[in-house]
């Protein structure tokens, strides 16, 4: 028994120094100043034992991020071409095998430890930062509201491409991603629709802003974006993944005389369904236009002023989509309407790398 005393305490001593050494290493642990050098060209110095996202950040490099850098998007990816170490077992989980073995990290977990080469893309160095101040906050249903941001800084304004997105500053430190639901006409300001999420952190503060607030954004990201093309253009939105197309439906019924315009729009009852009256009003004044909204659960009267199917979005294409071959699909919504929507939409013939989406 008597050695059972000294071995516990030796154990007790060995797990504390462990402890002891990892807090040193993750919370005070000091590597001086790291280079980040991009592109083989531009070169930052940074403060070592950093996240690299917010790095890059404090030196107006905005990397994307839909979840405020919690590790669970993996929006945030970088090529590391020099200066990399293993990948993390979150970053296993997120990015593809071969993403890893090419470079790829996640910013937000990385951290600075040494001299870094990076990869960037032209476009990601181009994301400027946007200051605004609200200047309508509408509410469209129940748990939606349209809110209009009239840009301050920069004067000229904003230049995007219809269905890209911003990351809205909505806490210290925190972003939330926003499809661009204005149009591309108007660089002086973005107008964005925005679902409450119960207890959700960016959905609150944004709904919670009222005209003359002051917002913080940068942008434009994303490659769901209309392609210039001669498809036929087939837009799917379920809830508020109506917000880009309504950019997108503007853009091309200006931009191509030629193109036929299809849209369909999933809500679950009549009282979630919005911009219901303006899509009536498009498709009776446009002949390239038409709209088929769907509801879960469809009462008489929601008939009265225009046809509107129950059921899923998946459902109504499979009804009217003829043939998908000369089609291209942008789709935007929660997952799994738009993992039907994707099956149903190549059963039609509509080519997969045709189709874009962006879930959430
Ligand atoms: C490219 C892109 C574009 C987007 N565009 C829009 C847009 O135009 N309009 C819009 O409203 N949102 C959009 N989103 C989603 C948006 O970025 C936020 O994720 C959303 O507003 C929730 O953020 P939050 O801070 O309120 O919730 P969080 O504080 O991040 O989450 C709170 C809790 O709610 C859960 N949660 C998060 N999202 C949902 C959800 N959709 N349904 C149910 N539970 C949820 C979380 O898991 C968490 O438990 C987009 C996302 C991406 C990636
Ligand atoms: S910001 Fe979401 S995983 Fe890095």
Known sequence: MSFIVPLLVMNGLGLLCLAIIIFLKRVIAVYGESTLTINNDKKLIVEGGEFLAKALFQNKIYIPSACGGKGTCGFCKVKIKE?????????????????????????CQVKVRRDMGLEIDEELLAIKEYQGVIDSSERLTRDIKRISIKIEEPKEGISFKSGQYILIEVGSAETRAYSIASSTRFS???????????????SS?????TEGDKIVFFGPYGQFYLRDTHHKIICVAGGVGLAPMKSIIDDALRRYPNRDVELYYGSRTMADLYDHEL??????????????????????????????????????????????????AYLCGPGPMIDAVVKILIKKGVPEIRILYDKF
């Open 188 to 202: 002086d300001r973005v107008a964005i629709e925005v679902k409450l999420i119960p207890n959700g952190l960016g």
């Open 279 to 328: 899509y009536i009003t498009m498709a009776a004044n446009y002949d390239r236009f038409s709209y088929y909204p769907a509801l879960e659960k469809v009462e008489e009267k929601d008939r009265e002023k225009y046809p509107v199917d129950e059921g899923f979005v998946n459902k109504s294409i499979a009804q009217y989509l003829e043939n998908g071959e000369n089609s291209e």
């Open 83 to 107: 200066g990399i170490s293993d990948p993390l077992p979150i970053e296993e989980i997120l990015l593809h095998h071969k993403d890893i073995s090419s470079g790829y990290r996640l910013s």
């Open 205 to 209: 503060y944004l709904h919670s802003l």
